[in-house]
């Protein structure tokens, strides 16, 4: 029997002292259940080694027979494990990020047995410490934990793998004798079976499948059978997909097909929690890159993360680069011999899924190390042929062992260049891959100003255009997906990298407008409200429309003032707009096409100088023209001393309008409470669930400077993660709450003197 989850009810002590290993000592421990942090975090501004200390888990297992082997599976812990099984040492793993299994049978009895591991969260001497890291790193056994009760006969790992004429797989058991071992694979509408009883190896002719795609994902159901005496004794299901990746120097090929990858970077880290978070979250992580964001890829930076995570992305169709834990630095030749075995763990842990294209077997952004990354290359290789190796360094022509260059391309500024021809980073004919683009180039925060947040949009469109259009890139990935914990000597100094495209609890900021234009649903967004004491002067220079729509009208004081054509085939919908006088002084001031375009020439070189060089305007262009050129920007576009009137922005596909959006100064019209799932399941663990509160305007917006307060409440059903007290971050804010209890109905309030009492219920269900 396989994955027996045991979540619930583990031991837990937070500073670990050698006593504690004493069997029976449960004394200062506390009950706690998986996945669990060793240290619940502030939001921000904490102390970044407030999670670095070696605590102690522990728990009661009964075991009915040793007959059969008794396997704990822990799927990350970070990050030194010692595993005690009735007060004996049994296993040490020294990987953050990566499974490891205990046979518990030397040691144990029949009956109960006490487990114990003791985690040193510190930052030691293995992948990825040893220098400084932007990222915490967090602690605890922050992911799940189940046996595995196998006959002494058992399939210990397997490799699905196919070529155009083939399906293999690949088999490791812990004995050959006298067994058959048999594969099924099926779906509603197919049904291959075959089988063998010698060697390490199943193979039959390729059949006519559904391939594994982006757009049509197809899974099928895999069955492998350990068959003695015509006995099932043990039996593995998994999801697998036929796929054929390429990466050549004219880019990237799934299933023969060009297919630019466009993508994000993910850290698996989440506000007060940092790592521990149950399934729920993790695949809500991924579709909201695929679904919310667009996006068809993912890079794993900088460490392999969840099986759930994982699974998401194959269901999604969520390409996926996956990497070795490190950022940086490379250790001395003990550390770098870790780093290996990390690479074996990764691979035989994840290479069935079809989502994976591409293994990182260097460190991010280190030198070059020949003989530690031939090493890391060689066994990625010979443990998955199918597929290619990547790098991530951030240094131009260095030493290019893997398959495909990958490269963080910082060069972006949104003011000239924004990438580099592959050229100029490598000599080699090898495939090429921007890893990283964006990040600290323009760290922008959800409540900066208007004109930061669009720059920093304008920043992303212009470099998903650019990757677009070069043939010799692959692809690319931004940094990042959402805003993150760091080291203090990152971030903006709150100990929050301000990052992403969305925001530490999965809200998005302006930046991530840019990759939602690729949405099959119609997109339309705006990067102001028009509120004039938001610029400097008062005076509203440009903005952006990010759009997936054909034509875009503005309409000003019910007129169309402007008009954007033909976007079709426009990348990312990217448009920037200057001009917000329009048709306005014709219609309202009878003014001729030609005298209208000169007062918008003199607007903008006004503009452009912040009034500064107002004497040399009015030399060129005439005093009294220039008096009158405010005078007409004051009353139709800053509307100053008037009430103002707001933009409607029209959205046509097809000739037919698809969607609207009005913006304008507005006040708040009432809060809106969104839950990601009203129902939270619990049988494998405790379950959680994101609630967002947004602040939306009179005219439908998101009102971006609200900061009200709020004070969260719930029944015994549920808890709050972290703070319950909690203020809006330029109109939105999500919090994360947790079952308490296997099954009932969960009730939240959220109270505002405001805004009086919002309630919201959540079903409880253990399935």
Known sequence: MRNIYINYDWYYKENYEEKDLSLGNFSNFILVDLPHTNKEVPLNNFDSTISNFISIYKKIIKIESLENDNILVFEGVGHKSDVYVNGNLVYTHRCGYTQFKVNLNDFANIGENEIAVVVDSNEINQPPFGFVIDYLCFGGIYRDVYLDILNKKHLINYYFHHDHDNIFIDYELSTNDNVMVEAIIKDENQLLKFSTTNGNKLSTKMIDVNLWDVDNPHLYDLTINIIENNEIIDSVNDKIGFRFIEFKENGFFLNGKHLKIRGLNRHQSYPYQGYAMPKSAQVEDAYILKNTLCVNAVRTSHYPQSPDFLRACDELGLLVFEEIPGWQNVGDLNWQDIAVNNVKEMILRDRNHPSIILWGVRINESGDYHDFYTRTNDLAHKLDKYRLTGGVRCIMHSELLEDVYTYNDFICTNKGITLRKKN????????????????????????????????????????????????????????????????????????????????????????????????????????????????????????????????????????????????????????????????????????????????????????????????????????????????????????????????????????????????????????????????????????????????????????????????????????????????????????????????????????????????????????
């Open 424 to 767: 100029e980073v490598t000599d080699s004919h090898k495939p090429y891959l921007v890893s990283e683009y964006g990040g600290h180039m323009m760290p922008t925060k959800s409540y900066d100003t208007e004109l930061r947040r669009t720059e920093c949009a304008l920043l992303h469109a212009s470099v998903l255009k650019q990757a677009s259009i070069d043939d010799e890139i692959s692809g690319s990935f931004g940094w990042c997906f959402s805003d993150y914990n760091t080291h203090r000597d990152f971030g903006s100094g709150d100990l929050i990298c301000h990052h992403g495209v969305m925001d530490i609890f999965r809200n998005p900021k302006y930046s991530a407008y840019p990759y939602m234009t690729k949405s099959n649903k119609p997109f339309l967004e705006v990067t102001s409200n028009f509120n004039i004491g938001e610029y400097n002067g008062g005076y509203l220079r440009e903005f952006a429309i990010m759009t997936n729509c054909d034509k875009v009208d503005i309409y000003h004081n019910d007129i169309l003032i402007n008009s954007f054509e033909n976007l079709k085939g426009d990348f990312n919908g990217c448009i920037k707009v200057d001009d917000l006088l329009g048709n306005q002084l014709i219609v309202f001031e009878g003014k001729t096409l030609e005298e209208s375009n000169l007062f918008k020439e003199v607007l903008k070189e006004l503009l452009k100088w912040d009034g500064i060089y107002r004497k040399e305007i009015e030399a060129k262009y005439d005093k009294k023209l220039v008096d009158e050129c405010w005078k007409y920007f004051g009353k139709y576009v800053a509307n100053w001393g008037s009430h103002p009137t707001p933009y409607y922005f029209k959205g046509y596909k097809d000739n037919e309008l698809v969607c609207e959006v009005v913006k304008g100064p507005q006040a708040i019209d009432y809060i809106d409470v969104k839950a990601a799932s009203n129902t939270l399941y619990t049988k494998r663990s405790y379950d959680t669930t994101r609630v967002t509160l947004e602040a939306i305007g009179t005219l439908g917006n998101r009102v971006d400077f609200s900061f009200d307060s709020f004070l969260i409440e719930t029944n015994e059903a549920l808890e709050v993660i972290g703070d319950n007290i909690i203020s809006l971050n330029a109109g939105i804010r999500s919090f994360y709450v947790r079952s308490k209890v296997k099954s009932g109905i969960g009730i939240i309030n959220i109270k505002s003197k405001r805004f009086g009492n919002i309630e919201l219920k959540l079903n409880i269900i253990e399935v």
